[in-house]
C-alpha cells in the first residue's frame, strides 16, 4: 500500500531564516506530487505541483519555492522567511482530476 | 474565479442523528468531486468521491449526492458517531484539473 511521510511534523523558525520541508511517497512510482498550505480555520491552498523529476509548477507567487530531485521526494523550500508564511503544509499524492491522498502534515511557526 | 463553498462553517447533532454537510460549486466544467474528513492537527483524509456521471454513490455509514443542475454537492452522514466530529472538505476538479477546495464545515457531534 502507499504511504505518505513528511517531516518535520513541527518547526518554529525566525523570520528571516531558511525553510526546508520534505515529503516522501512509498508504494507508488512516479507519482503526481502537491504542496498545499492551509492557513488557520481555512481551506486548502495549492502551492506547487510536479508530474515528474525536475518538474514544478506554481500556482501562486509567493516567497517559496519546490524541487522534485527523485521520483518521490517532494521539497519545500525558502530562503528568507516571513511571518505570513505560518500555517499548516501539506503534501499529498494523486492524479489530476482524481482522488489525492495527504501527508500527516508539517505546522510552521514563524516568529 | 471558480470557487467552492460550504453553506455552514459549523453543524452540530445529536449522536446518533444523520449528518447533512452542503457544498455548492461554480465551476459546470467540474467532472470529480470528493469530501475529505480533517481532524485536527492531521492531515485530510479520504472519505468518499463522485463522478459527474453520477448523481449517488453510497459508502460505509456516508452517501454523497451531486445535483449538476443547481451545481450542489451533499455529504451524508447515518448515525452520527463521536468519532465524526472533524472539519469535513469538499472539492471538485475538471477533466485531469487540479482539486479547487471549500473552505470547510465543522461537525460536532454531541453525546
Known amino acids: 500500500s502507499q504511504t505518505i511521510h513528511q517531516w518535520p511534523a513541527t518547526l518554529v523558525q525566525p523570520v528571516g531564516s531558511p525553510l526546508s520541508l520534505e515529503c516522501t511517497v512509498e508504494?507508488?512510482?512516479?507519482?503526481?506530487l502537491y504542496w498545499y498550505r492551509q492557513a488557520a480555520g481555512r481551506g486548502l491552498q495549492l502551492l506547487f505541483y510536479?508530474?515528474?523529476?525536475?518538474?514544478i509548477s506554481s500556482e501562486v507567487p509567493q516567497n517559496l519555492s519546490a524541487s522534485r530531485p527523485q521520483d518521490r521526494q517532494f521539497i519545500l523550500s525558502s530562503k528568507k522567511l516571513l511571518l505570513s508564511d505560518s500555517g499548516f503544509y501539506l503534501c499529498?499524492?494523486?492524479?489530476?482530476?482524481?482522488?489525492?491522498?495527504f501527508g500527516p502534515g508539517t505546522r510552521l511557526l514563524v516568529l | 474565479g471558480e470557487s467552492v463553498g460550504l453553506h455552514l462553517p459549523t453543524l452540530s447533532v445529536q449522536e446518533g442523528d444523520n449528518s447533512i454537510i452542503n457544498c455548492a460549486y461554480s465551476?459546470?466544467?467540474?467532472?470529480?468531486f470528493i469530501w475529505y474528513k480533517q481532524e485536527s492537527g492531521k492531515g485530510p483524509q479520504f472519505i468518499i468521491d463522485i463522478r459527474s456521471n453520477m448523481d449517488k454513490r453510497q459508502g460505509q455509514r456516508v452517501t454523497v449526492l451531486l445535483n449538476k443542475t443547481v451545481k450542489h454537492l451533499s455529504l451524508q452522514i447515518a448515525a452520527t458517531q463521536p468519532g465524526d466530529s472533524a472539519v469535513y472538505f469538499c472539492?471538485?476538479?475538471?477533466?485531469?484539473?487540479?482539486?479547487?477546495f471549500g473552505q470547510g464545515t465543522t461537525l460536532q457531534v454531541k453525546p
Open positions: 465551476n459546470s466544467a467540474s467532472d470529480y
Open positions: 510536479s508530474v515528474g523529476i525536475g518538474q
Open positions: 472539492a471538485d476538479a475538471p477533466f485531469l484539473g487540479k482539486l479547487i
Open positions: 499529498a499524492w494523486g492524479g489530476l482530476g482524481e482522488t489525492q491522498y
Open positions: 508504494g507508488t512510482s512516479n507519482p503526481n
